[in-house]
């Protein structure tokens, strides 16, 4: 009987990709996986590291896993973030753990699970690879309507609060050939949508990357028979060349969405994080964007950086109620060890003035949602049917092209996971919309 594994996933997109392709690798070498971990003979926790209450989830979970392996014997594993950014540390302040393995190592996962399960040694691989884009193997995906592709791994902005460059390691781009076959195969399996990832997606390519950069491989997966629509994420605002605004703005299957990551906005916070943009050139970028359409906005905005006066608070605030963003992620500035923030600035923001900032933001973007969201009253939108809504098996959910959130009565009209159909909007919140379906089975264009 083969061993079972569990797998639990936490953190960003690009988290969820690899757990699709561990478990890719995991089955390919025999393993079994398992949705019940009371079954399982091995509990694996792909994990995230980018603020405090990411690692402290982790230790929750651990916790009861240890309760567990009390009682039974299991195998722990912990991959991801937090493996390869706390390596030995990790394995020496917790036990508990039998397997480490980081972002770069999952192909010497199926190994060191063997390891561990027949000779119950610790076992450790998290060594970062300047090459390893996992080029050849297809991730077990669930079945829908998106389906993601990582276009690119790691990152070398080095944003001075950010832990990602030490947890992923260098950038690197995957041949735009093998991306290109994996949206045909995405395709014939009937996925409708195609996500590009990577954490700076926009830098996408190299000269040995068959000529390809961000814009054309952005259009040429949109151009594949099948699929459609095509979104990305997580761009960085420095890399916005014309022809890539061109491609969001008039491709007919790339969605009219652009997360736009802020951080601040306030030049000398920028300067301190590394963000190679100021105030002005973002909103330039903004305009540039804004000239070809309406192309929906998001952003994510880290509040109480290292020295942020109420001043320079104000100006993140004034840009944002400015900008007005569709939504917007707004995050508590959470200090990771070996970063350059971690270095050379002091963590000086108390933190109820942070937690006060946030809610700040919180609520100004809530506002501008919602006033987004109310202006789509009586309009009608395109949405591919995603499956049900969260709070009702009675109604369906999927996304307007903006991302944006709709739900509608499954009554309303008959339909299936993967349609496309336009629904009249009726009300709305900050966050979703609520309609009724006006014809179904859209003709793609
Ligand atoms: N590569 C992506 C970001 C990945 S992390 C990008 O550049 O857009 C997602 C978001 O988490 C970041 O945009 C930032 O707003 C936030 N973040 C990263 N490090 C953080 C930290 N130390 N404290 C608080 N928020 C942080
Ligand atoms: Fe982190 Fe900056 Fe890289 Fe994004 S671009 S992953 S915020 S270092
Ligand atoms: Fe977290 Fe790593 Fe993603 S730190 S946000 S899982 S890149």
């Given at each position: 009987m083969p061993y079972r594994v569990y797998i639990q996933t936490f953190g960003c997109q690009m988290n969820e990709y690899d757990t699709e392709l561990v478990r890719s690798l995991l089955r390919d070498r025999g393993f079994a996986l398992t949705p019940n971990q009371d079954q399982a003979d091995v509990l694996l926790?792909?994990?995230?590291?980018?603020?405090?209450?990411?690692?402290?989830?982790?230790?929750?979970?651990?916790?009861?896993?240890?309760?567990?392996?009390?009682?039974?014997?299991?195998?722990?594993?912990?991959?991801?973030?937090?493996?390869?950014?706390?390596?030995?540390?990790?394995?020496?302040?917790?036990?508990?753990?039998?397997?480490?393995?980081?972002?770069?190592?999952?192909?010497?996962?199926?190994?060191?699970?063997?390891?561990?399960?027949?000779?119950?040694?610790?076992?450790?691989?998290?060594?970062?690879?300047?090459?390893?884009?996992?080029?050849?193997?297809?991730?077990?995906?669930?079945?829908?309507?998106?389906?993601?592709?990582?276009?690119?791994?790691?990152?070398?902005?080095?944003?001075?609060?950010?832990?990602?460059?030490?947890?992923?390691?260098?950038?690197?781009?995957?041949?735009?050939?093998?991306?290109?076959?994996?949206?045909?195969?995405?395709?014939?399996?009937?996925?409708?949508?195609?996500?590009?990832?990577?954490?700076?997606?926009?830098?996408?390519?190299?000269?040995?990357?068959?000529?390809?950069?961000?814009?054309?491989?952005?259009?040429?997966?949109?151009?594949?028979?099948?699929?459609?629509?095509?979104?990305?994420?997580?761009?960085?605002?420095?890399?916005?060349?014309?022809?890539?605004?061109?491609?969001?703005?008039?491709?007919?299957?790339?969605?009219?969405?652009?997360?736009?990551?802020?951080?601040?906005?306030?030049?000398?916070?920028?300067?301190?994080?590394g963000r190679s943009y100021t105030r002005n050139t973002y909103r330039d970028l903004v305009a540039a964007i804004r000239k070809r359409g309406d192309i929906a906005l998001s952003t994510d905005i880290i509040a109480g950086f290292c020295t942020e006066t109420d001043e320079a608070f104000s100006d993140t605030y004034e840009l944002v109620r400015e900008i007005e963003f569709q939504s917007a992620y707004v995050f508590k500035y959470s200090e990771r060890k070996h970063t350059i923030a971690w270095r050379k600035f002091p963590d000086d923001v108390p933190d109820a003035v942070k937690s006060d900032r946030v809610t700040r933001l919180f609520d100004l973007q809530r506002r501008i949602s919602a006033g987004h969201n109310r202006r789509l009253i009586g309009s009608e939108v395109t949405v591919l049917v995603e499956g049900h809504a969260k709070k009702s098996s009675q109604q369906w959910m999927g996304h307007t092209d903006s991302n944006v959130t709709v739900v509608w009565d499954k009554s309303a009209a008959p339909l299936a996971v993967g349609d496309r159909v336009t629904i009249r909007v009726d009300d709305a919140s900050a966050s979703t919309l609520f309609g009724t379906p006006v014809t179904s089975l859209v003709p793609v264009v």
């Amino acid at each position: 009987m083969p061993y079972r594994v569990y797998i639990q996933t936490f953190g960003c997109q690009m988290n969820e990709y690899d757990t699709e392709l561990v478990r890719s690798l995991l089955r390919d070498r025999g393993f079994a996986l398992t949705p019940n971990q009371d079954q399982a003979d091995v509990l694996l926790m792909n994990t995230c590291a980018i603020r405090e209450n990411a690692h402290a989830r982790v230790y929750g979970h651990l916790a009861s896993w240890k309760a567990m392996k009390q009682v039974r014997r299991v195998v722990i594993g912990v991959l991801g973030c937090m493996a390869q950014n706390l390596k030995k540390e990790l394995l020496d302040t917790h036990p508990v753990i039998d397997v480490l393995a980081g972002p770069d190592a999952y192909r010497h996962l199926p190994d060191l699970l063997v390891h561990a399960l027949e000779r119950q040694e610790q076992a450790m691989a998290v060594d970062l690879s300047e090459y390893e884009t996992y080029d050849a193997i297809l991730p077990e995906r669930k079945p829908g309507v998106n389906a993601w592709i990582a276009i690119m791994r790691g990152c070398d902005n080095f944003c001075s609060f950010c832990v990602v460059p030490y947890t992923r390691g260098r950038e690197r781009s995957r041949p735009a050939r093998g991306i290109l076959e994996e949206a045909h195969t995405l395709a014939a399996r009937g996925y409708k949508q195609v996500t590009l990832l990577g954490q700076n997606v926009n830098s996408y390519g190299s000269p040995d990357h068959d000529g390809y950069d961000f814009a054309r491989l952005l259009s040429a997966v949109a151009d594949v028979p099948g699929i459609e629509r095509v979104r990305f994420t997580s761009p960085h605002p420095k890399d916005f060349p014309p022809a890539l605004l061109d491609v969001v703005a008039h491709h007919p299957r790339v969605c009219r969405h652009i997360h736009l990551p802020l951080q601040s906005g306030n030049d000398r916070i920028l300067t301190m994080m590394g963000r190679s943009y100021t105030r002005n050139t973002y909103r330039d970028l903004v305009a540039a964007i804004r000239k070809r359409g309406d192309i929906a906005l998001s952003t994510d905005i880290i509040a109480g950086f290292c020295t942020e006066t109420d001043e320079a608070f104000s100006d993140t605030y004034e840009l944002v109620r400015e900008i007005e963003f569709q939504s917007a992620y707004v995050f508590k500035y959470s200090e990771r060890k070996h970063t350059i923030a971690w270095r050379k600035f002091p963590d000086d923001v108390p933190d109820a003035v942070k937690s006060d900032r946030v809610t700040r933001l919180f609520d100004l973007q809530r506002r501008i949602s919602a006033g987004h969201n109310r202006r789509l009253i009586g309009s009608e939108v395109t949405v591919l049917v995603e499956g049900h809504a969260k709070k009702s098996s009675q109604q369906w959910m999927g996304h307007t092209d903006s991302n944006v959130t709709v739900v509608w009565d499954k009554s309303a009209a008959p339909l299936a996971v993967g349609d496309r159909v336009t629904i009249r909007v009726d009300d709305a919140s900050a966050s979703t919309l609520f309609g009724t379906p006006v014809t179904s089975l859209v003709p793609v264009v």
